[in-house]
């Protein structure tokens, strides 16, 4: 059975499969780079800040009282939402917790268990110092599913409980933003201060989900893992979500019933009575059991599912663009050392001679969206890159002519007796075998030579202390001169720091850094160093205009983006403010506006 796997690091988390895709961390390698940039000019700025204004609205339900079964093809491991690891836990604790903010389909912050999203512009943060104190103002009556009171104590065990040395049980990244916390003011109260001893711009999704203070500390830390939320007693644990768990059938179905406090959160009861989570041993049977009615929502699906949806109704189907793109990642320190000065010349024209359209088209089935930028265009931060997606292998042709490369009898260019010859890698999924034989075919016509290898996931995206120096493909040491995997986009902007900062490069000691393209930019260094010594917004978003106007220009000699992926979801017409979500949690994220009729 496939897994997916959640990465955590955003846009620094590769993405190994193609749907139900395993996320694995990547490692890089670090030489000189092969060109540099300075700070790219000024950019025109919006009048306002789209930080939280999603156009986002539910409809008020008409009736009440329905019940509704949700399928999954992954039973979960955990509804912890800190102990997820797979995308099905992700969902499933989206239903029974609640943060302090949400991020909504069009990639906003609204409030969920606060009552505004603080920012400096609103006084909700304050710089003192280096570090900065957020105010977070909870909505006042607040009730766990026990009944007792939500407040700042909450916040502050949640920090305390992450942040415990024995706490040995949570994914790699999990602490990251919470050790940079001091304390948490309030007590009993609802406004409360959290101070960070650094600035800190991913505060606001740092509190994704909330734990119950009075219900952690009756757990020893140390044995969270099995003892804190359970699978064996789900019911025994305490939750905020607008549903929770009544009972479990084995690893085929979990029922859920409304939280009966939910309404001191949302303002209403929950609108369904039931919602019902029924799990398949894989994606096709649950695709069958959606077309002979067994459920109402299927989940977790992709692009590769679409050609299987040809017995479920248009109507019935909600596919929107992900945040995982496909990219190709080119190795600086490779090229440098192959081409030297004709390395940059090199990779634009690889770039101006690769097809996405007929990729898209071709072994992707015209089921993805080809793009020219790694960030989603929902992102409020996102700048529309001028380049185009066309190929054009004719301008790639004269860019290498006019570099001194000439076509042999064989059609490969040579140059000083050297042929242009790449190795390109990427794992064994066949869609990726078939892009990079169509790429081999583009490149040959402007007489590039491509050796395609197809390596294991582990060997691709082993880090480097678990593969050795000459493992062909791996990423971390960089045996490789071009390769095809994903990336996911990432919502908080720091989270590309660590796949395009100079620093990053993995062949420096701890040889844990994830620029594995070797790039060294300083424009991309000031704009990412600007991104991480502020939390003003506005300098944010300028910064990462200035990152995508390197990315859009002939700077970029670090990778290509093919395309976006789909998130694709099955859902009875019937059920009223579905809408699905490119975030984890998926359509989840709003399950207590769902009702039926």
């Not at 994914?171 to 609802?190: F, K, L, N």
């Not at 424009?523 to 978003?541: E, H, M, P, Q």
């Amino acid at each position: 059975m496939r897994t997916r796997l959640i990465g955590l690091l955003g846009v620094a988390a590769l993405v190994a499969g193609a749907c139900g895709q395993s996320t694995a961390t990547a490692s890089g390698s670090a030489l000189e780079p092969i060109v540099s940039a300075a700070t790219p000019g000024p950019t025109p700025i919006p009048a306002a800040l789209a930080l939280t204004d999603t156009s986002y609205t539910a409809v008020q339900a008409g009736t009440t009282g329905g019940k509704v079964v949700i399928a999954e093809w992954q039973f979960p491991d955990a509804v912890n939402p800190y102990f997820a690891g797979t995308a099905t836990d992700v969902e499933v604790a989206g239903s029974m917790f609640d943060g302090l903010v949400k991020v909504t389909p069009d990639l906003r912050y609204v409030p969920d268990l606060a009552l505004t999203v603080p920012t400096l512009d609103n006084g909700g943060v304050v710089i003192n110092g280096g570090g900065m104190d957020v105010t977070w103002k909870l909505r006042l009556g607040m009730q766990w599913s026990d009944g007792q009171p939500i407040n700042c104590d909450d916040i502050k065990a949640t920090w305390q409980w992450i942040t415990s040395k024995d706490n040995t049980g949570l994914p790699a990244g999990a602490t990251a933003g919470w050790q940079d916390v001091t304390g948490v003011d309030g007590g009993s109260e609802t406004t409360c201060v959290m101070h960070f001893d650094k600035l800190y711009e991913g505060y606001l999704t740092l509190v994704s989900s909330l734990l119950p203070a009075h219900y952690i500390t009756t757990v020893p830390i140390k044995d969270a893992k099995s003892k804190l939320y359970p699978m064996s007693n789900l019911a025994s644990g305490v939750y905020s979500g607008p549903y929770i768990p009544s009972s479990l059938q084995g690893r085929t179905q979990m029922t859920l019933k409304p939280n009966p406090n939910w309404q001191t959160i949302g303002g209403h009861a929950p609108w369904l009575s039931a919602v019902t989570w029924k799990y398949y041993a894989d994606a096709g049977s649950m695709i069958n059991g959606f077309s002979k009615g067994d459920y109402d929502v299927g989940q977790d699906l992709s692009n590769a599912d679409i050609p299987a949806l040809s017995g479920v109704t248009v109507d019935a189907q909600v596919i929107h663009d992900s945040r995982t793109y496909e990219l190709l990642a080119f190795n600086n320190a490779s090229f440098k050392a192959k081409f030297d000065t004709d390395a940059t010349n090199i990779i634009q024209a690889i770039k101006l001679a690769t097809d996405r359209g007929a990729i898209a088209q071709g072994p992707l089935l015209g089921n993805v969206t080809v793009s020219n930028n790694f960030v989603s265009p929902l992102s409020w931060y996102y700048k529309a890159v001028s380049t185009s997606t066309a190929a054009d292998p004719t301008t790639a042709s004269v860019l290498l002519a006019n570099a001194g490369w000439t076509k042999g009898a064989d059609g490969y260019l040579t140059k000083g007796g050297k042929t242009l010859e790449l190795s390109y890698c990427t794992t064994t999924r066949q869609y990726r075998l078939d892009t990079l034989k169509l790429m081999a075919a583009q490149l040959k016509q402007i007489g590039i030579k491509v050796d395609v290898n197809a390596k294991s996931d582990s060997d691709v995206f082993g880090p480097w202390t678990a593969k050795n120096a000459g493992t062909l493909c791996n990423l971390s040491h960089g045996n490789y001169d071009v390769a095809e995997f994903s990336y996911v986009s990432p919502l908080d902007p720091l989270l590309g720091y660590k796949a395009y900062y100079s620093s990053q490069i993995p062949d420096t000691a701890p040889n844990d850094g994830q620029n594995v393209t070797r790039i060294g930019l300083p424009g991309l260094d000031s704009a990412y160093d600007a991104i991480a010594t502020t939390v003003d917004f506005n300098k944010v978003r300028d910064s990462m205009f200035a990152i995508q106007d390197i990315y859009g220009s002939d700077r970029n000699t670090y990778e290509l983006p093919l395309y976006f992926r789909k998130d694709v979801w099955l859902a009875n017409p019937k059920i009223h403010n579905f809408t699905g979500n490119p975030m984890p949690s998926g359509a989840e994220w709003n399950i207590a506006d769902w009702w039926v009729g």
